[in-house]
């Protein structure tokens, strides 16, 4: 699977917009990308999935280059409750995963 | 709420100990995914079942082992129990065998003394 990189931590203020970029440099042709976010001793909760361009629901952006080796993940006006661990995920789609792997995640901090 | 369910929330036990944690994914998925947490970690996947049968396998010690009965619920049997075993469980669970989307439960907190 292809291993993500992604910074151990943020801090941002109530409001702003918050990109996350992960880097996947050697993402494989039928690798989607996933992101989760988890709340303390809570279990992760699915935000949004892509494969390429952009891709946007109501809480979040993803946003894939064409050469697919990073992602981005954006938060409209971020608020306090956006506080949480972000993890990124690169892996085959429908399909039996070896090793699934988290990794560390982003540690992102709001602010008021 | 993810709709899957974990038993018990909480668990205390000793060193050399056996305990059974319960999952019950949501109605309908066919996989279940077992992960451990240890405290500021990532999750490391330990093992995961579909529709019944062990399909992918990660980081799971020996003495650790799970299955998925017949009603699709799922347990995570962990024995001889050490201090370091200490760590958040959580199970999850997806409709087919792809995992991106899983929909994970609250979890099991194990402490072991």
């Known amino acids: 699977l292809a291993k993500t990189t992604q910074p151990i931590s943020m801090d941002s203020y109530e409001g702003q917009e918050v990109n996350i970029t992960c880097s996947h440099n050697?993402?494989?042709?039928?690798?989607?990308i996933t992101w989760y976010q988890q709340f303390p001793s809570q279990g992760p909760r699915f935000i949004i999935q892509g494969y390429k361009t952009k891709v946007t629901n109501e809480v979040a952006s993803l946003f894939i280059p064409a050469d697919r080796k990073s992602s981005t993940l954006s938060l409209p006006r971020v608020s306090l409750s956006d506080t949480a661990v972000y993890y990124c995920?690169?892996?085959?789609?429908?399909?039996?995963?070896?090793?699934?792997?988290f990794g560390s995640g982003t540690r992102l901090s709001i602010r008021p | 709420d993810s709709g899957v369910t974990q038993t018990p929330k909480h668990l205390i036990t000793a060193t050399g100990q056996r305990v059974t944690l319960r999952c019950s994914p949501r109605?309908?998925?066919?996989?279940v995914y077992w992960y451990q947490q240890s405290l500021d970690q990532g999750l490391q996947f330990l093992i995961q079942?579909?529709?019944?049968?062990?399909?992918a396998k990660g980081n799971i010690l020996e003495r650790f082992s799970a299955q998925q009965f017949p009603d699709l619920h799922s347990e995570l049997n962990l024995s001889s129990l050490e201090l370091g075993d200490s760590a958040l469980y959580f199970c999850?669970?997806?409709?087919?065998?792809?995992?991106?989307?899983?929909?994970f439960g609250p979890g099991t907190r194990l402490t072991v003394l």
């Open positions: 050697n993402i494989a042709t039928n690798d989607y």
């Open positions: 999850a669970s997806t409709p087919a065998g792809g995992y991106n989307e899983q929909f």
């Open positions: 995920l690169v892996a085959p789609g429908y399909s039996s995963a070896s090793k699934i792997i």
């Open positions: 079942y579909y529709n019944g049968e062990e399909r």
């Open positions: 109605s309908g998925d066919l996989s």
